[in-house]
């Protein structure tokens, strides 16, 4: 039998961020959500100890809008070996299991290449046509009528699509905050209520099904208010 290449084993995650900076570091989420699909891994693409069956993980951040100070760019990160005394016989395949890889598009559109080209699919301000006259002369991608050209049409709706989610997410996330205060609220008005008819903390916690230990850091906070 011949040489019979072997599949290449790889996991992708691509993530669309549409704000640059969200108040922590982009890229160490991007460490964590990479880490967190290599070690996902154990018990569905390898067991203990069949380690050189785990797969090499690609976390794709695709940044819209980014700032002016960062403009149209990628950057990447990877695990690199790096001999400080001596040397160490390693295959590259066997410890290179990360990559993270950072694309900015800026607001003004870039000459060429894949950033001209998810510029022009994600921008805010380009109709259908134009994006698909700019596919046909720059990239010699011809959208005729039919599934390619409904793609381009959900594609121009993306970023309002990304934006929508961010505030639609905001507002589930108040809501939920808003549910858990006033239930707190509610159980602090029964302990309340039960500390004035003279219960003890262990009974108090029965009656809520609580434990006695929560029941103190919560008539702690209730005679710090």
């Known amino acids: 039998m011949g040489n019979q290449s072997l599949p290449m084993k790889l996991l992708v995650n691509i993530e669309g961020q549409k704000d640059y900076y969200p108040g922590y ?32 993980v690609y976390s794709i951040w695709i940044c819209m809008n980014t700032p002016a100070s960062v403009g149209n760019a990628i950057s990447r990160y990877c695990l690199t070996k790096e001999d400080l005394i001596g040397f160490m016989p390693a295959k590259q395949e066997d410890y290179d299991k990360l990559c993270l890889v950072f694309i900015g598009i800026g607001k003004n559109p ?11 699919l994600l921008s805010r301000d ?4 134009e ?12 959208v005729e009528q039919g599934a390619l050209r409904e793609e381009l049409n959900h594609m121009c709706n993306l970023s309002d699509y990304v934006e929508q989610c961010g505030i639609e997410k905001g ?9 858990r205060e006033g239930r707190q ?3 602090l008005e029964q302990i309340g209520k039960k500390l004035a008819r003279g219960k003890t ?4 916690a029965d009656a809520l ?6 029941i103190r850091e919560l008539i702690a906070s209730l005679s710090a208010m």
């Open 171 to 179: 507002i589930l996330m108040g809501r939920q905050e808003g549910r």
């Open 201 to 204: 903390v262990e009974e108090i």
């Open 131 to 142: 994006k698909q006259q700019i596919l046909a002369e720059e990239f010699d991608i011809p």
């Open 185 to 187: 609220e509610k159980v």
């Open 25 to 56: 570091p982009l890229v160490t989420r991007g460490v964590f959500y990479g880490t967190r699909m290599i070690s996902s891994q154990l018990g569905t693409e390898f067991r203990i100890p069949d380690y050189g069956s785990l797969r090499k």
């Open 126 to 129: 380009m109709k259908a046509g």
């Open 209 to 214: 099904e609580e434990k006695p230990d929560t």
């Open 110 to 120: 870039s000459s060429g290449g894949i950033l001209r080209l998810l510029g022009v």
